[in-house]
């Protein structure tokens, strides 16, 4: 017999206190290149599929976990006025 488990949360889930701790600079310059292909308005993984990122990745092997280390990629996702601007952005495009 199977039993199903429903939770119901009363207020909405704290999904930063889930993010690992940031770390200055944690991705270098992939960090940097992904970040500014994301606010023209590009798709992640698009990005990572790019020559310039492809080349380096064997240098950063845990690249994504770095992503989400990183103080400038989480603002992206993060919200705020980073998160209005790429709204902006892709909204003119």
Known sequence: MTVLATFVLDEPANLVGFAPATR???SGELGLYI???LLAGRQLFTVLGDTFV???VDFHPWLLD???CDPVLRGLF?????EDAVLAARLAA
């Open 54 to 56: 492809q080349d380096r």
């Open 78 to 82: 993060g919200g705020g006025l980073v």
């Open 35 to 37: 970040a500014t292909e």
């Open 24 to 26: 200055s600079g944690a």
């Open 66 to 68: 770095e992503l989400g």
